[in-house]
Nanobody
Framework: QVQFVESGGGLVQPGGSLRLSCAVS????????MGWYRQAPGKQRELVAS???????NQADFVKGRFTISRDNAKNSVYLQLTSLNPDDTAVYYC?????????WGQGTQVTVSS
């Protein structure tokens, strides 16, 4: 059974930072490109950033220079460092395979940016 367990979200002020983590089980992690997605209230889920099996990264234009994705193949984990957060970044953040999410979603982790 494939499982994604996201953590690290919270309430942060504009300009603040957070580090999200996702523990992955049930798949051969090293074989997959991984991504972080987010879904804001009333909006569709969107891909935020992805990291290939070899560690090359790509970010959506709306987070370039602010968010950094990384992975640890030894720990079957993927991370997202969020900086310079603004209220538009408020969303539930999820991880899954990329560029297409192949498996059921985890519970996600809520990120709220507010003063």
């Amino acid at each position: 059974q494939v499982q994604f367990v996201e953590s690290g979200g919270g309430l942060v002020q504009p300009g603040g930072s957070l580090r999200l983590s996702c523990a992955v089980s049930g798949i051969l992690f090293i074989r997959y490109e991984m991504g972080w997605y987010r879904q804001a209230p009333g909006k569709q889920r969107e891909l935020v950033a992805s990291v290939t099996r070899g560690g090359s990264t790509n970010q959506a234009d709306f987070v370039k220079g602010r968010f950094t994705i990384s992975r640890d193949n030894a720990k079957n984990s993927v991370y997202l460092q969020l900086t310079s957060l603004n209220p538009d970044d408020t969303a539930v953040y999820y991880c899954n395979t990329a560029p297409n999410p192949l498996y059921s979603w985890g519970q996600g982790t809520q990120v709220t940016v507010s003063s």
